[in-house]
């Protein structure tokens, strides 16, 4: 299109930034404020002109200004009323700083405010205008910056140019400043694939179709998927969103004033609820990842919209907003939300990621996920992955999920534009879209039962046992219930331990005293100090699966830990020996307070326990009860040999594409292998005979 002449013009003004020392990351900073203000005046006389051309009168000024604010676009006096524009203003380098001041000032007060026009007190300055043009002028290159914008002359394109030609600017922003610029600009390849999606989901009717971008920035994804419906739909659309970047929003807000029916707030999605009572048909996002959100923790943990089934990470708030997109998604709508691969695996089965996929699943929300290319976006080289949600499926797609690897679809960039290396072409594109309709496996469509991504995380707990596959007897008692269970513990009436003291090279160390009241008083304040300082620490070293730990009972039995059988030993005072199974010979120290009728104590008790050791296993699941009750049994039957019991389950949701995609290197066969040994032995042999010479 024509308007992209100017697009040349617009980074000329670069240069003086550049000449003023002025870093390359900042230039977005610098350019964003003229940028915007260029868009503002073009269309204010634009629309001034349609308004002449219509049978508006300019005799009676009052009567056109008053009709002209009717519209809602805006307002200058300057533009208006006195039909000055910034060129006029920036003929007089003597009076320039005077009328431009005066000239940014006669905005209405929501442009201003966007503008970044007056401070205040408010800490939001979004565009910062007057910050901006008081950094200039202390470079000594606000005029000739200032004239070299106004110089650019928009006023012959119409919205849908404008917006193109800000798009191609914001992508250039993007390739210098992820700061400002990248986290949430999508490029434009992507926004025709989601815009082409979209296109299968929505029927060519007259009805309103409302589109909603929870993180819009600064409006290319929300504007560009609305730009391309409307080129191929005859649907009128509205549209929404929200962000919270100063900047970003300015530059959204003001594009919204010049179309139809058009609504951008600004503020924190996950906290200011601005369009919490509405839902939308179709919703897309390109929410901020990797990034963290405890800053406003106690606001999401205590947010009463029910839109949060669970929490994820705090390092990484993704599926919050896409919590948030699902709980203002129509019931009939589509959505596709742009996320990095986190999302599909991190948390194991509980945690708030695993739950919060689990519930997508559940929902049967999740129509396809598809992986794009490295390389693709302007500030990230990442794996990137499209959600597709679609809370209406057909009845063919009823819980099944399409996994569409697209990771090979792309072809490089002359030039790479910043990370961004790899773009979709129409064709690629295409062959994406077409996937999706047909449905169909093949070499990078899979097609699954939405069961297939849970599993079980059984845990169990097992019980260790010795080389014969016993563990240590223990003796039955009644609980409350009337059940004769096992005991826990088996009490020893200890006389002595015996241990190998790791703190003496080659010493053993025994504890005599099963109970003491004596510390030493050089070293310990008292008795409770002595324990908490160095006795029950002490105690705690020991081993009790060493062979050099020996307890010994008041009538004369000895205990002790076979570490070749894992067995525990005990020996009677004529010598016999009995393998009593696996199991811990437990010692532990414990400080008794004291009472009316006895000191302050030490006490060392010993016990005999089972030896115990809590694990779990992956396992895949059913949603028939039975059948799932059933794997797990049969899975335990087959790999687990230890005795054990079941602890809790909890199913848990991932996915993975490297699992699903793989492709097995493929290998040489072994006579081309033996081939280039043979010509290395070869070449090793020549080596040793010129050596040899």
């Given at each position: 299109m024509s308007i992209l002449k100017h697009e040349s013009d617009i980074w000329a003004t670069a240069d003086l930034l550049r000449g003023a020392g002025i870093k390359t990351s900042d230039f977005p900073k610098y350019m964003m404020p003229f940028f915007a203000l260029l868009m503002v005046e073009s269309r204010l006389i634009r629309e001034s002109k349609r308004m002449v051309e219509d049978g508006e009168s300019k005799e009676n000024m009052d009567e056109f200004v008053e009709i002209f604010q009717l519209e809602g676009l805006g307002y200058n006096d300057f533009v208006i009323r006195e039909e000055k524009s910034l060129k006029d203003i920036c003929k007089n380098d003597k009076t320039f700083d005077v009328d431009f001041q005066a000239?940014?000032?006669?905005?209405?007060?929501?442009?201003?405010?966007?503008?970044?026009?007056?401070?205040?007190?408010?800490?939001?300055?979004?565009?910062?205008?007057?910050?901006?043009?008081?950094?200039?002028?202390?470079?000594?290159?606000?005029?000739?910056?200032?004239?070299?914008?106004?110089?650019?002359?928009?006023?012959?394109?119409?919205?849908?140019?404008?917006?193109?030609?800000?798009?191609?600017?914001?992508?250039?922003?993007?390739?210098?400043?992820?700061?400002?610029?990248?986290?949430?600009?999508?490029?434009?390849?992507?926004?025709?694939?989601?815009?082409?999606?979209?296109?299968?989901?929505?029927?060519?009717?007259?009805?309103?179709?409302?589109?909603?971008?929870?993180?819009?920035?600064?409006?290319?994804?929300?504007?560009?998927?609305?730009?391309?419906?409307?080129?191929?739909?005859?649907?009128?659309?509205?549209?929404?969103?929200?962000?919270?970047?100063?900047?970003?929003?300015?530059?959204?807000?003001?594009?919204?004033?010049?179309?139809?029916?058009?609504?951008?707030?600004?503020?924190?999605?996950?906290?200011?609820?601005?369009?919490?009572?509405?839902?939308?048909?179709?919703?897309?996002?390109?929410?901020?990842?990797?990034?963290?959100?405890?800053?406003?923790?106690?606001?999401?943990e205590n947010d009463t919209t029910e839109r949060f089934i669970d929490l994820p990470s705090i390092s990484d708030g993704q599926f919050l907003f896409t919590q948030h997109i699902l709980y203002q998604l129509e019931d009939e709508g589509f959505a596709v939300v742009v996320h990095n691969g986190s999302t599909l695996f991190s948390g194991d089965a509980g945690s708030g990621e695993s739950n919060i996929r689990k519930h997508f699943f559940d929902q049967d929300w999740v129509e396809a996920i598809i992986q794009m290319p490295t390389d693709e976006f302007f500030n990230t080289g990442i794996y990137t992955y499209l959600w597709v949600f679609n809370k209406n499926k057909s009845a063919d797609r009823?819980?099944?999920v399409m996994l569409i690897n697209a990771s090979d679809l792309f072809e490089k960039l002359k030039k790479s534009k910043g990370k961004k290396r790899k773009k979709m072409n129409a064709n690629n594109r295409a062959d994406i879209v077409k996937a999706f309709t047909e449905y169909k496996n093949n070499e990078y469509t899979k097609i699954f039962d939405k069961w297939d991504f849970y599993f079980n995380k059984q845990s169990i707990m097992l019980t260790n046992v010795d080389e014969n596959g016993k563990s240590i007897d223990m003796p039955l008692k009644e609980n409350r219930q009337g059940e004769m269970v096992e005991q826990k513990a088996i009490k020893i009436d200890a006389k002595s331990v015996l241990i190998l003291d790791s703190f003496k090279e080659n010493g053993m160390k025994a504890i005599n005293e099963m109970e003491t009241t004596e510390y030493p008083t050089d070293e310990y304040n008292n008795l409770k100090d002595y324990y908490d300082t160095y006795y029950k620490n002490y105690v705690a070293e020991f081993d009790y699966k060493a062979d050099a730990f020996v307890v010994n009972d008041t009538e004369e039995n000895y205990y002790t830990y076979n570490t070749n059988k894992e067995t525990i030993v005990k020996t009677n005072n004529k010598q016999v020996e009995t393998e009593l199974g696996n199991g811990k010979i437990v010692v532990k120290a414990s400080y008794k307070k004291a009472t009316k009728t006895r000191d302050a104590r030490i006490e060392v008790a010993v016990t005999l326990t089972k030896d115990l050791q809590k694990d779990y296993e992956i396992i895949p699941y059913s949603p028939i009860k039975e059948t799932n009750q059933q794997n797990i049994a049969?899975?335990?039957a087959k790999y687990i040999t230890k005795p054990f019991e079941y602890i809790d389950n909890v199913v848990g949701v991932e996915l993975n594409f490297n699992k699903v995609f793989y492709k097995p290197e493929k290998l040489r066969e072994v006579t081309e292998i033996i081939a280039d040994l043979q010509e290395l032995e070869n070449e090793l042999k020549n080596l040793e005979k010129e050596l040899a010479l």
């Open positions: 000239y940014i000032k006669s905005f209405d007060a929501e442009t201003k405010y966007l503008l970044g026009v007056d401070k205040g007190t408010e800490e939001e300055k979004f565009l910062d205008i007057s910050g901006i043009s008081g950094l200039l002028k202390k470079k000594r290159i606000l005029f000739s910056t200032v004239k070299a914008w106004s110089e650019i002359d928009l006023t012959l394109y119409d919205n849908s140019e404008i917006t193109t030609l800000e798009e191609h600017i914001k992508r250039k922003w993007a390739d210098i400043s992820a700061e400002t610029a990248g986290e949430q600009y999508t490029p434009d390849d992507i926004i025709s694939l989601i815009t082409e999606l979209i296109a299968t989901r929505i029927e060519d009717n007259e009805q309103f179709l409302s589109i909603y971008d929870p993180t819009c920035g600064g409006g290319n994804l929300l504007f560009g998927v609305e730009d391309k419906i409307n080129a191929n739909f005859k649907r009128p659309t509205s549209t929404f969103g929200e962000d919270w970047s100063d900047s970003l929003y300015a530059l959204a807000k003001i594009e919204s004033r010049f179309r139809q029916d058009s609504t951008i707030k600004y503020g924190n999605t996950l906290t200011d609820i601005n369009f919490i009572e509405k839902r939308f048909d179709v919703i897309v996002a390109n929410p901020p990842y990797g990034v963290d959100w405890k800053g406003f923790k106690k606001d999401i009823k819980d099944k049969n899975f335990m």
